[in-house]
């Protein structure tokens, strides 16, 4: 099956409100991560805790806790619109004497007292992309007491290339046409995506890698920009025409939470990142691959590139970035080469790890005003600059 959405990138902005009762029903139907997150509440919160659930939704997590023995349950949401829901289902469960509702982005909450135990739920299908890591080391320092605890507490992100039928089905319209018209020059826009999608345990052509290991909550915080590099050993011939990321949760001391292939399926699937040309590949192939994500809020990038080596010659590659999807006005398609030398120059200078990319976006566009027709440009203009500099 074929989750046809790219991964939820959520804004600083509200997500519109006529959206969340769908996205949270997929959240609240999916029973595996509803009885991991219970399980491993119940096992790590005491009766008479201070808890807070930071990024609640309707609150699952916060009831939870409750159902837990929590004394107090501080429920954290920037979507405005899900506070009355939080607030209904409190009362309706016979928890609104514990269950205090603030409003806002986690960073801009204060609370009025420390809590012991932080819960949250701010994972998408490649584990990092909804910003877990950030919100939490920020939240963890200020919301919890000293050896508070984090349910989940550790996240790990796993990748292997894949011969994907969910790719494959998803690809038929760009590769076969539609109804006499050949979409083939498309190709690249399509594979400027993530994917989501269900991959079989056959469906890998090698070992996964692990591309990332994190304590949530835990500082100094990792830069926004990440770039992980692996081989991987094809074990099988096939045709590579994705990579597959997957993750898994450390929820409470002996309780993992994966979203691997093989285990059974869940909301989140699997990530996909597709190829536009999917390559022939022979067992005792080597698969060398890049994957670099500037996880800025305002403007998250992914970039995947990789090549077969047969025989220790390359025999194909692939090279896609999210930023083929991104609109650039046309009268600004080609900016001025020395123009983006003097910019690459302002942006190194300006990188300092915490610096987001939105930010970055408007130093370039005060700097050279006149230069940047609208913030999106001066964004995916920062956006090349950091995927050539990387
Ligand atoms: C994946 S949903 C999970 C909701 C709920 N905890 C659950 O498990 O069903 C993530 C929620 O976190 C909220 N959120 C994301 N980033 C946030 C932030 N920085 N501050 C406050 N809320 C945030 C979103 O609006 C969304 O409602």
Not at 181 to 198: E, V
Not at 353 to 368: E, M, N, S, V
């Amino acid at each position: 099956m074929f989750f046809p959405r790219p991964i939820a990138q959520e804004k600083d902005d509200a997500i519109d409100p006529l959206i969340l009762p769908v996205m949270h029903s997929h959240l609240l139907g999916d029973r595996r991560r509803a009885e991991a997150f219970q399980s491993a509440i119940a096992r790590t919160v005491r009766p008479g805790d201070v808890v807070v659930d930071v990024g609640s939704g309707t609150g699952i997590l916060a009831l939870f806790a409750c159902q837990a023995g929590a004394a107090r349950v501080y429920a954290i949401e920037r979507q405005r619109s899900l506070v009355p829901v939080i607030e209904r289902l409190a009362r309706a469960n016979g928890y609104a004497d514990r269950l205090v509702v603030r409003t806002g982005e986690a960073c801009d909450v204060e609370l009025p007292e420390r809590a012991d135990v932080l819960v949250s739920e701010l994972i998408g299908q490649f584990g990092v992309d909804e910003g877990a890591v950030h919100i939490l080391a920020d939240a963890a320092a200020r919301f919890l007491r000293p050896g508070g605890r984090l349910v989940p507490a550790t996240l790990d992100v796993f990748v292997t290339p894949v011969e994907s039928s969910a790719v494959r089905d998803a690809a038929e319209p760009w590769t076969a046409g539609v109804l006499g018209l050949d979409l083939s020059a498309a190709r690249p826009w399509f594979a400027s995506a993530l994917h989501a999608g269900l991959v079989s345990r056959e469906e890998l052509l090698g070992q996964p890698r692990t591309m990332l290991s994190v304590t949530l909550g835990a500082s100094p915080v990792p830069p926004r920009t990440w770039i992980a590099e692996a081989e991987v050993d094809l074990e099988r011939d096939g045709t590579l025409n994705a990579l597959a990321g997957w993750f898994s949760l450390g929820m409470a001391p002996g309780l993992v939470f994966s979203t691997a292939p093989g285990e059974p399926a869940t909301h989140w699937y699997q990530a996909l990142l597709p190829l536009a040309e999917p390559l022939t590949v022979r067992s005792g192939d080597r698969l060398r691959f890049t994957i670099a994500a500037m996880l800025d809020p305002a403007a998250p990038v992914w970039s995947w590139r990789g090549h077969v080596e047969r025989g220790g010659r390359s025999c194909g590659g692939f090279e896609h970035s999210t930023l083929e999807a991104v609109a650039v006005p046309p009268s600004s398609a080609t900016p001025d080469p020395t123009w983006r030398i003097e910019a690459a120059r302002e942006i190194t200078t300006a990188i300092d790890g915490r610096t987001t990319i939105a930010a970055l976006a408007d130093h370039l566009a005060a700097k050279f005003a006149g230069r940047y027709p609208s913030r999106e440009r001066a964004l995916s203009e920062v956006a090349a600059i950091l995927e050539a500099l990387a």
